[in-house]
């Protein structure tokens, strides 16, 4: 890929670079109203003020609006042909942007919001090195993995009203657990606080129900992905999850990142999966390379301290790519709506460095994991931050995600 | 209660007598613009209507809507005080109404639509029968019912985007399923297709992430109930459900009826539930009479034949309540939204007669049922119908809620 140079400045490690231009909904600190912008290194390009200067042909009312959802419906031959224009706006000496820079945003001015109105929220659990770890602790080491969980991209249902922009801060929940030994369960404030490192991809056009999604046609469904982080309690979950899975255990808040980077910007990142043994059936069938080497780093800051990095994966791990998760989830006819999110599942790879969650990270609570500034966690304390970053980068172009960070505050 | 009598003509044993006047959203047959309304006897109080025509005091806009969302927002303060002026306006002689009968729509010449924009959908399974009898067909017979059962009003997230109104057909879902013996899962439509018996209620009030409902004011967050076919795919359910619970074998389709009857006007036809032993965790307890009488009846129709009964069931054998289920799917501060659904899960009585689903009534297809017409059945076949009915009579008031139906589609 041929690296383009902007006239703007933009700082060379950003995660926004010229080849990234990521869509978010961003209001002015002061101001308030909120609108759609494109993130270019440390600003925000308004697509409102873009569109009503006539610099793109979309009417600005669909800019105007608290989420992208109808932008996104508008389809990706409008949605592409937007960040095309901008990158060109961005790369052209000349450009009429160039001369009216009150488009351009200072990202710091602003207040990010989530982006989509979310329909449904799946949740994954694609990584095969996250769901032999968890088998491992919460059921038999010596059968970790579960016989469907090679021909199934195991998923479930999760809790949509709950999910939240990066920065809001996330309370303690309180819940039944079952303690060791104990008869009869009691009701306190969850003390296996944990983060789930994840990716989300956004869905960005409907189906009917009854309709499936092939594997083949899966990326025209897929408007781009998002940093996800399913906050999880696992004291609540294990005493809550049989038969019927996860619920109040994770139900609480999962935190995504603003940007969503679009599918067409990661393509240069494509890599290869995982060898899929035992073959999988015919509707699960890909062709090409369909992970992603995106770098994923979760740091975990005690308040008034300094961040520590508990984990550094990458999504190039997971054994089920977005195409086979799709196409499983409409083989039954299950109907897909523009913004639902569909997330990876904790992001593990095989290196004890690289696990996605505090679970697998402490083992189960067994091996306390000792910070920079001298104190130890099992699982995530009060007014502790998680923050997760990502990036793809090749070439000397990157395209990142900027990060979600979510801080604990004590139950009430 | 005393019993009202209303001037127009209302046939004695209709569902949608002078005390229930439940809310829902149609069109004319040939204009098509959906509007809201109330249903009285085979008719219709267009509210758009009575509203432009100032006998009651809201804003037409908010009953020319696709969803009774907006109208549901504005507060039982509103919608109790519309409900029971529109009971006024039906029973008062000289009525203005009485006056203006273009307000008033036959039922036989329009189309219904689903009341709501559904926000989460969460399915409980909240019958002890139900529970137990899965658990011995599916898990330990020994040990049906799960340590966690009687402490929790265990629940799932399930599809928000499958739910479609009455009358809508749904598609037999292929899928993966295990047959006995293999080594490895095959692909192919359900053999297994289920319907689950269920009512589901209506939140009406939004909370913000972080809050819970208490039992207590729990009555104040639900709008109404409706019936709902939580249709279940159990062979595709049974090989993909453990551990993160059921997904694929449900997100095809669940059906709901058209109509949502208020909690006020169920309010007569309370009763106490089941003692709950042992004690429930304080966040939990409640106080009076919690359970609903409502009689319930699962019709199946092969195609071009006659209805059969296969189930007599009753709301009121739930083991757990609507106000412990709302208070625990918050307790943890997960938030919720107008329009969410939650439903009960299957509706089983202790007695054959009154299984809730034909997963219990065929014992797992060991026991065919025959069918009026001579057919036996285990499970539902092509080009059936399954027709739910409820209704709560006391004192020779009746208040029902029509019927949830839906007809299996070969699978394509």
Redesign the interface.
């Known amino acids: 890929m041929k690296k383009l140079t902007s006239w703007l400045d933009i700082p060379a490690d950003s995660d926004f670079s010229i080849h990234n231009l990521p869509f978010g909904i961003f209001s002015k600190k002061k101001k308030g109203k909120t609108r759609a912008g494109i993130a270019i290194g440390n600003q925000i390009v308004d697509l409102a003020a873009l569109a009503e200067a006539e610099l793109i042909d979309v009417s600005p009312f669909v800019f105007r609006q608290s989420t992208l959802n109808d932008f996104i419906a508008l389809g990706k031959k409008v949605t592409n042909k937007v960040r095309l224009d901008v990158q060109r706006l961005l790369v052209e000496a000349d450009s009429p942007l160039q001369k009216k820079q009150e488009i351009l945003i200072l990202q710091a001015d602003v207040q990010m919001h989530l982006p989509i109105h979310i329909?449904?929220y799946t949740d994954f659990?694609s990584s095969i090195e996250h769901a032999t770890n968890v088998g491992k602790m919460?059921?038999d080491p010596e059968n970790a993995l579960?016989?469907?969980w090679k021909?199934?991209p195991?998923?479930?249902?999760?809790?949509?009203?709950?999910i939240?922009v990066s920065g809001?801060p996330i309370?303690r929940?309180?819940?039944?657990v079952?303690p060791k030994d104990a008869t009869?369960?009691?009701?306190k404030p969850s003390e296996r606080l944990d983060f789930e490192l994840e990716m989300g991809f956004i869905t960005g056009k409907n189906t009917q129900?009854?309709d499936s999604v092939s594997t083949t046609d899966a990326a025209d469904y897929i408007f781009g992905l998002v940093l996800f982080n399913d906050w999880s309690?696992r004291d609540?979950q294990k005493?809550?999850?049989?038969?019927?899975?996860?619920?109040?255990?994770k139900?609480?808040?999962s935190s995504m990142s603003p940007w969503i980077v679009t599918l067409e910007a990661l393509e240069p990142f494509k890599v290869a999966g995982p060898k899929q043994d035992?073959k999988v059936?015919?509707?699960l069938k890909y062709t090409g390379k369909n992970n992603y080497d995106i770098q994923l780093e979760v740091a975990l800051q005690p308040e008034n301290s300094v961040a520590h990095t508990v984990s550094n994966s990458n999504l190039k791990y997971m054994y089920w790519n977005m195409r086979q998760q799709l196409a499983?989830?409409t083989?039954?006819?299950?109907?897909?709506?523009v913004g639902?999110v569909m997330a990876s599942g904790t992001i593990s790879g095989k290196d004890e460095s690289s696990y996605g969650s505090m679970l697998e990270i402490s083992w189960g609570g067994s091996k306390p994991v000792t910070l920079k500034d001298g104190s130890t966690r099992t699982f995530i304390e009060d007014n502790d931050t998680v923050i997760m970053r990502g990036f793809a980068e090749k070439d000397g172009i990157k395209v990142g995600f900027g990060e979600v960070s979510g801080t604990i505050l004590p139950s009430?």
């Open positions: 329909g449904d659990y919460f059921r579960l016989p469907n021909h199934i195991v998923g479930y249902h999760g809790r949509a009203s709950s939240v809001t309370r929940p309180k819940g039944q079952m009869a369960p009691v009701f129900l009854g309690a609540i005493w809550e999850y049989v038969p019927l899975g996860p619920f109040l255990g139900s609480f808040g035992p059936l015919p509707y499983h989830h083989i039954n006819g299950c109907n897909i709506n639902d009430d």
